[in-house]
């Protein structure tokens, strides 16, 4: 009996010393792990410093506009006998587009023109009554007759009949239909709006400084919120030349390029190109950050991030001119470095390509 107590006491006190062994013993990281977690690289985006010709650019806000455009408005008061059915409806240069009850004028042209050979018999009796009248004595007696009345009243019932019968000045298509077939107008009222869509512009509205520097021709580049981001290269087609003494700004028409989908009335970015600088140095707009009040980069050179202060000078689109601080052909990063410090390992993936300027 005392022998087995004996044993089994010598069995606890392997079996505590065992487990305060295992519970003084600490676990530790292999050396190797921890140097690879220390130099984990930080995934960035870089691009590359480049050199050569940068455009320099106004960017502005408009609207696309038709190539030429027309408020129809009745000019004679009437029932509408013939009208669009529809916006969208295309015209051919000369079409009926609105036919406002010609009959009513057809009858007082008709009355006008009696009225005028009536004035006419008697204008020609007085004159045979005078053969050796002047010519001033003549031209009396259309008064006195009531000849140049007639005549110009029939003027104004041609006149009348021909602004009830209202034709497109151009290929167009309706939009902003007001009026329907049937409808009674008075004059003046608003009818429809024609559109030459053939070809479509831009107008912008820039500051007289801008505005100088924009010369017609001068190539710009568009693009339509509602279309997306893709842009389209154009021209400038004309700069007003006076400014508003209302808004201060400056009217510039660009046209609209071809193919792009855009509508009148759609709002469009633009930028235009007012200069360039030779032999610039260009940075992407995006690398360049603020440190201790100082333009600087993050350069990637042997798979780290080298901070370097640069001279900035004029800016292009997405691009700005370095004098200082990085040379052609450097890697920049332009995602992913707003918290980097200096000499960080990073892993460097190209950024995506941009629209050329």
């Not at 009531?146 to 290929?171: D, M």
């Not at 190109?273 to 993050?298: K, N, Y």
């Amino acid at each position: 009996m005392i022998r087995r107590i004996a044993r089994m006491g010598g069995a606890m006190i392997c079996v505590g010393v065992a487990v305060i062994a295992g519970c003084g013993k600490k676990e530790k990281t292999p050396a190797k792990e921890r140097v690879t977690a220390a130099a984990a690289a930080v995934p960035v985006i870089v691009d590359t410093v480049r050199a050569g010709i940068m455009p320099l650019t106004v960017q502005a806000t408009g609207q696309v506009k038709a190539w030429r455009e027309v408020d129809l408005a009745a000019q004679v008061e009437g029932r509408v006998f013939r009208a669009p059915d529809r916006e969208g409806r295309r015209y051919l240069t000369g079409e009926v587009v609105y036919e406002i009850d010609p009959a009513a004028y057809r009858l007082a042209m008709e009355r006008a023109r009696l009225n005028v050979e009536k004035a006419r018999l008697e204008y020609e009796f007085e004159v045979r009554q005078r053969p050796n009248a002047p010519e001033s004595a003549k031209e009396m007696l259309k008064t006195t007759t009531g000849l140049k009345e007639a005549e110009l009243a029939q003027a104004q019932a041609e006149l009348a009949l021909e602004n009830a019968i209202i034709r497109a000045p151009f290929a167009c298509v309706v939009a902003d239909l007001t009026t329907r077939e049937g409808s009674l107008v008075y004059r003046g009222q608003a009818l429809c709006r024609l559109l030459d869509v053939s070809k479509l512009r831009v107008g912008l509205s820039v500051g007289e400084e801008e505005a100088a520097a924009i010369r017609e021709g001068a190539p710009c580049w568009m693009s339509f919120p509602a279309l997306g981001d893709t842009e389209y290269a154009a021209a400038v087609l004309s700069v007003s030349p006076s400014i508003s003494t209302e808004t201060r700004g400056c009217g510039v028409d660009v046209a609209c390029a071809a193919g792009t989908g855009a509508k009148p009335g759609m709002h469009a970015k633009v930028r235009v190109q007012t200069g360039v600088v030779e032999h610039a140095v260009m940075v992407p707009e995006r690398a360049i950050l603020q440190r201790s009040e100082r333009p600087m980069v993050f350069v990637v050179k042997g798979g780290r991030a080298k901070w370097e202060y640069v001279e900035l000078g004029k800016k292009g689109h997405g691009v700005v001119q370095v004098a200082k601080g990085a040379s052609p052909g450097d890697i920049v990063i332009v995602d992913g470095h707003f918290a980097l410090a200096h000499d960080t390992p990073v892993e460097a993936r190209a950024a995506s390509a941009e629209p050329a300027p």
